[in-house]
């Protein structure tokens, strides 16, 4: 087992474009959190899907923010026309149904000039 | 609502201990315990439930009162590899244990010097 996997590492992007950004979770966890962390934050609560599912979104994210887990494997979240409050570290997290702790994966690094 | 962290930074040599603080204005039904290095992704240390009980990893142990709505960390006989971000992360006492949705305080930055 490799741990949560998020890809890329980093992206710079430049103002008003599309980016995408993929976490691969534990396999046998059913559970996938989407946090968002800001230099001396906490991280903040995105969206947590269940299978499948998407469960809940936080009101923190706009329409702009659309994220997925087809067939409740890996999952992507996409932002559209980045602004630059937009830049952040995006953490991806698993869990198993009824496990008290997350696995985090150790993020996405999103630069917007 | 955000839970608040006491203290924001604090610096220890090596063998010192160290207590870290997470308060909330909101029942809380769980208290969990992360430590994040510079660069990597959160580890998970330990979850307090409400009920008012303490837990221990290694020589890291944690409190959670919850009338007071407050918990601690301690770190006894702290090791260079102590060091680290320190961040509580809180469930709502309505949640029902659902423990997805955690909400973070801002982090206590931890150094441990020989």
């Known amino acids: 087992d490799t741990g949560v996997s998020q890809d890329p590492r980093h992206k710079i992007t430049k103002r008003g474009q599309n980016v995408t950004f993929r976490c691969d979770p534990i396999?046998?966890?059913?559970?996938l959190y989407w946090y968002r962390q800001t230099l001396g934050q906490g991280p903040e609560f995105l969206t947590y899907?269940?299978?499948?599912?998407?469960?809940?979104k936080s009101r923190l994210l706009s329409d702009r923010f659309s994220a997925e887990r087809p067939k409740g494997s890996f999952s992507t979240l996409e932002i559209q026309r980045t602004e630059q409050g937009d830049s952040a570290m995006y953490l991806c997290a698993s869990s198993e149904q009824g496990a008290f702790d997350y696995t985090f994966g150790s993020g996405t690094r999103l630069t917007v000039v | 609502q955000q839970p608040v962290q006491s203290p924001q930074a604090v610096i220890l040599r090596e063998g010192e201990d160290a207590v870290i603080n997470c308060s909330s204005s909101k029942a809380l039904y769980s208290v969990h315990w992360y430590r994040q290095k510079h660069g990597e992704a959160p580890v998970f240390l330990m979850i307090l439930l409400k009920g008012g009980e303490q837990k221990g990893h290694d020589k890291i142990s944690a409190s959670f009162n919850e009338k007071k709505q407050q918990s601690s960390l301690y770190l006894t006989a702290s090791q260079l590899s102590y060091s680290g971000t320190y961040f509580c992360g809180t469930e709502k006492g309505d949640s029902g244990g659902s423990n997805y949705k955690l909400t973070f305080g801002k982090g206590t930055l931890l150094t441990v010097n020989p």
């Open positions: 396999s046998e966890h059913n559970r």
């Open positions: 899907f269940q299978n499948e599912a998407q469960l809940e």
